[in-house]
C-alpha cells in the first residue's frame, strides 16, 4: 500500500530525483487547496451562468446599464493603476535611493491601503473629496468636482493600488547594480540618459507586474468606491456594485451573469498583461 | 596623456582611505596600483577616472587640472571589476552606447556607429557574438566586451579595476598578454587596480605598490620585487622567509649560526651591534646542500612539493619552518627527502632593523619576545 503511493508518481513521470523530499505530498496538497479557494467557486459561476438562455445571458449582460458599468469599472480601473504605474515608481525611487529622516515611517505609510479596511478609506476619502471637505473645498471653485463622480472613483481605486506598484519595484530598484550608472555616465552619458536608457529598462517587468496587480484589484474594489462613488445609474455605478444591486432585488440569474463576464474579462486581462510581463522581462531583464 | 596626482587625499566619514598621495604616470605607460584590500588603490583610480572626488589634492591630465570635471568630462575608458554591462543591451548595443549618448551635434551618423562598433568587435574578437546579452557569455567574453565599450569613446586613458579578479586562471594569464598587445597598439596611457602580484610584475612597466592609504614604493617589476623598499613590500610581492637574526660586527647578520658571515644588511641607521633584527629571505634564495658548509645551518625536511616548474622544500629549523625553492635538476643532484637532514645557507638577505622606517611591529616583537613558537609560525604564514 505504503509502496504503492511512494512508487505512483514515478509511474506518472513526474517523480523527480531531489534531496528534497515530498514534492508529491506537496503539491497534491497546493493543488486540493487552490481548488477549494479558487477554481471550484469560480467554476460555480460559470455553470449557474450556464443555465441560461442565451437572450436571456445577452439581456442580463449588455444592458445599457451594464455596459455602463463595465465601461467605468475597467476605464478607472485602468487609469488608476497607470497613475499608481508612474508615482509608485517615483515613490519606490526616493526609498530606495536617498536617505533621509522619516525614511522607515514613510515606507510603513506605503502598505496602509493594504491594512486599512476599505470602507474606512472610502469613507475618508469621500469626507475629503466632498465640495465641503477639505480638499473638496478647495477644488469646488475650480469647478472639479471628484466625489460622487467618475472621477471619484478613480481617486478611490488610486487609493487601494499605491502598494502593489511600490513593492514590486522596490527590490528590483535595491538590486539594480550601481556600478552600471557609473557605467553611463564614464561612457559620457548624462543623467536623463542614464535613467532612460540603463536604470529604467531594467524596471518595466516589475513595474508592469505592480500595474497589473494595482489594476485587477481595481477591477475587483468595492468597499472604498461605493462611499465616494456616488452610484449614480449609467454614470457612477460600478459593476461589483451593479451585482450587489441585482442580488438585493433577487435577481441572482443576472448577478451571476455579470460575475462571469468579470470573470472572463479580468481573465483575458490579466493574461495579456502577463504575456506583455513575460516579453519584457524576457527584453530588459536579462540576467 | 600624462597622469599625475599631486598631495591627494581622500577621507570617508573620518576614514583616511588616502593620504597624501603624489604619483606621476607617464604617456604611453602601463601601470599596476598593487596592495591589500583597503590600501587605497581602488580609490586612487576613482579619483583619476572622476568618480570619487579627492578631499584634497589635484589630479592633472597632460599638465591640465583635471579636478574640477567629472567623470563625462574626462573621456577615460574605465572597466569594472564586474564589468558593469548593461544586461538588458545586447553585445552590439553596449559597445556602441558610449557614441549614441553624445549630444546630437557630436554624434556619429548611425552607418559611422555601425562600422566603429564592428571594428571594436573585431579587435576584442567577439563579432560572431554581437547579437548576444551579456548573461550569454562567460566571464572572459564580458569582460571583452566592457573593454571594447570602454574603447568606443576613444579614451586618452585607459583604467581598469581589477579586470582579472573573476576570472579563472587560464583565462586570465591569455587576457593579460592581450591586454598587455591592446595597450602597446593603441599606445593608449593605462593604470590597473590589482591584488595579484605575479599579475602586476608580469603586465605593467611600472608597479606601485600601496598600503594604508599610501604608496609603499614604486619601481619596475624588477627593481621593486629585487629591491623591497619596506618590509610590507618584501611580504606582499612573493614568497619570503622572515628569520629572526643578530647585528653583528660591521653590520652583518648572523642567521641561525651566530656566526657572523652574511652581508647584505639592509642599512638600519639605528643599528648596532647585537641588536636583534628580522632577516627576509626570498625561498629562491636559500642554498641547499647534502653535506655541511660554511655558514651552513642543519634543517630538516619537512614537506616536497616537486609538481610545477621549480620544488619547493619545507624545511625545519627547531620549530622555525623554512621554505625553500630549487630548480628540478637541483632537486634531484640532491636526493632531497621527507625527513633527511640538509644544510642550508641564505643568499642576499635583507635585514629591517627595529629604528628602520616601516619595519614596524614584527621586528620589535621578534625583538622583545625572544625565541617563541609564534615567531616560528610567523616566517611561515609570510608564504601567500
Known sequence: ?????????????????????????????????????????LASILISASGMSWSEFAAAVASPRALAAYRLSLGAAFLAALVNAVFGLLIAWVLVRYDFPGKRLVDGIVDLPFALPTAVAGIALATLYATNGWVGGLLAPLGVKVAFTQMGVVVALVFEGLPFVVRTVQPVLEDLDRTVEEAAASLGAGR?????????????????????????????EYGSVVFIAGNLPMKSEIVPLLIIIQLE???????????????????VLLLLINVAQRWSHRRYAQS | MDIEAHHVTKRFNGFVALDDVSLAIRRGELVALLGPSGSGKTTLLRIIAGLEFATSGRILFGGEDASPRGVRERRVGFVFQHYALFRHMTVRENVSFGLRVRPRRARPRPAAIAEKVEELLGLVQMEHLAERYPSQLSGGQRQRVALARALAIEPRILLLDEPFGALDAKVRKELRRWLRRLHDDMGLTSVFVTHDQEEALELADRVVVMDQGRIEQEGPPADVYDRPASPFVYEFLGNVNKVRCVVGEDGNVAVWTGEPGLGGLGVGARTETGDLATAYIRPHDIEIFAGPVRVGQPAQVRHVCAAGPTVRVELAIGDELIEAELSRARHQELDIRLGRTVYIRPRHPRVFAPGEPGAGAEATEAGTAGPSPAAGRDSSAAFG
Request: a positive charge; glycine letters at 8%; aromatic letters at 10%.
Open chain 1, 1 to 41: 500500500m505504503i509502496t504503492s503511493i511512494l512508487t505512483a508518481p514515478r509511474s506518472l513521470g513526474l517523480r523527480q530525483e531531489s534531496v528534497l523530499p515530498g514534492f508529491g505530498l506537496t503539491l497534491g496538497l497546493s493543488v486540493t487547496y487552490l481548488s477549494l479557494v479558487v477554481l471550484i467557486p
Open chain 1, 192 to 220: 536623463a540618459q542614464t535613467f532612460a536608457k540603463v536604470i529604467f529598462p531594467p524596471l518595466i517587468p516589475a513595474a508592469l507586474a505592480g500595474f497589473a496587480l494595482a489594476f485587477a484589484r481595481g477591477l475587483g
Open chain 1, 249 to 267: 432585488q433577487y435577481d441572482y440569474r443576472g448577478a451571476t451573469a455579470l460575475a462571469a463576464v468579470m470573470l472572463l474579462a479580468s481573465f
